[in-house]
């Protein structure tokens, strides 16, 4: 990406300073200009089809989204992605790209393949594969400097992200997905640090609200450690997390996961379903990229697909558990 690819900076010099999300906003208005496959993108995302199922006594939001397929679909094998280029690396964005340099560190761009309107990825600068206890402080400025009107989320090198050899993360407008609801109602009752499992249809998550960044981040880095003890595994386990600034400190909602998709997604003739979850699905909001998942998806794969891949509730709150006892130890 070129100098003059970068049309703002944050933050910016004394007396200069705009509010991050103003920033974003003018970016995405600008690369509807002037960058064709975006604007297109953005066309289609108006033209989507969506609907509402309910499901474990939950509400959910389905959507028809075709322009996803890429991402749905991306062959996430270690050898598939050591041979192609990373396209989230600066010097192989699109030439019409451009970007808000955020810290010095992270690009914030328009997706080219929107979910939301509006939706961003934030890209950092160097090369370096995902890793939630090695960026959680960027996510967490990130957040506060985009409140209240955008959240963050996270997508697991092996449960969402695309690209998972480089260290990105993703902007949504709050409200976009059913599970910000119950953020908001945590964050109703914040404390300086909390730690509790919340149980949704067919997953876990585990919600951590706090005043202090650093509590945050601390809570994040011991989950991560106690769920690869209870999962037998090894780095950071399979997570997806999303959340965002509450005027006076963090939500975040951490879903362990066991499996990066589910069965369905292997089966051949009618009973496939193309669904990859991330933080989206695991949020409430299922992306199909094939109008016939769209159609045929009911109550009972829907809350099947989830079980098929988040970790199971017991694991879960042993993992919390720990950190607690943890917490209480310090």
């Keep these: 990406m070129s100098e003059g690819n970068v049309l703002a900076r944050f933050p910016a010099p004394p007396g200069e300073g705009r509010p991050l999300a103003d920033l974003c906003r003018e970016l995405y208005r600008g690369q509807l200009l002037t960058w064709r496959e975006f604007a297109e993108a953005y ?3 108006q033209a989507v089809w969506i609907r509402e199922l309910q499901a474990g006594g939950e509400r959910f939001v389905v959507q028809f989204n075709p322009g996803r397929e890429a991402s749905t679909a991306a062959d996430l094998d270690p050898a598939a992605l050591a041979a192609r280029p990373c396209f989230l690396c600066p010097d192989r964005l699109p030439r019409e790209q451009a970007a808000v340099l955020y810290r010095e560190e992270y690009l914030i761009l ?7 309107s509006p939706h961003f990825t934030v890209s950092a600068r160097a090369h370096r594969p995902q890793d939630l206890a090695g960026g959680i402080e960027d996510l967490l400025a990130l957040a506060k400097d985009l409140a209240p009107d955008l959240n963050v989320f996270y997508n697991g090198p092996d449960c969402g992200a695309s690209a998972p050899d480089h260290l990105h993360f993703q902007v949504y407008p709050r409200g976009g997905l059913p599970v910000d609801r119950r953020l908001a109602e945590a ?7 909390s730690l509790a499992c ?3 249809a067919g997953r876990e998550a585990v919600v951590l609200a706090g005043t202090e960044a650093g509590d945050l981040a601390g809570g994040v880095r011991a989950l991560l450690a106690a769920l690869g003890r209870v999962r037998g595994g090894e780095g950071e386990g ?7 600034y509450y005027g006076r400190g963090w939500v975040l909602a951490v879903f362990p996961r066991r499996r990066g998709r589910p069965g369905a997604y292997y089966l051949a003739g009618e009973g496939r379903r193309v669904i990859s979850p991330g933080s989206v699905e695991m949020g409430g909001m299922v992306i199909t990229v094939h109008e016939g998942d769209f159609a045929a998806l009911d109550e009972g794969t829907l ?3 989830y079980e098929d891949v ?3 509730a017991p694991l879960v709150r042993e993992a919390a558990a720990a950190v607690r006892g943890v917490l209480r130890g310090a």
């Design 43 to 45: 066309a289609a995302l």
């Design 110 to 116: 328009c997706n080219p393949r929107p979910i939301f």
């Design 187 to 193: 964050a109703k009752d914040m404390g300086a640090f």
């Design 198 to 200: 919340l149980s949704l």
């Design 238 to 244: 399979m997570v997806n997390c999303l959340g965002g």
């Design 303 to 305: 809350l099947g697909i």
């Design 310 to 312: 988040a970790l199971e």
